[in-house]
């Protein structure tokens, strides 16, 4: 299997460059990037709910 055949990772959309963009874009830019901080936040509490789970399985 050659690289060529893999298929291509989207490219993330934070950070993106700023220059050029409206205030309104901007206001729209921060509210998808709270929505990520909540959703990672959110990943990280059942990460270590799981971790805490794993821990106390196996003491």
């Known amino acids: 299997m050659f690289d060529e055949d893999l298929p291509i990772k989207k490219t993330s959309e934070f950070p993106r460059n700023l220059d050029?963009?409206?205030?309104?874009?901007?206001?729209?830019?921060?509210?998808?990037?709270?929505?990520?901080?909540?959703?990672v936040e959110q990943d990280i509490a059942t990460k270590k709910e799981s971790a805490a789970a794993a821990d106390k399985f196996f003491k």
């Open 20 to 39: 050029g963009a409206s205030v309104e874009e901007l206001q729209d830019y921060i509210g998808k990037l709270k929505d990520e901080i909540v959703r």
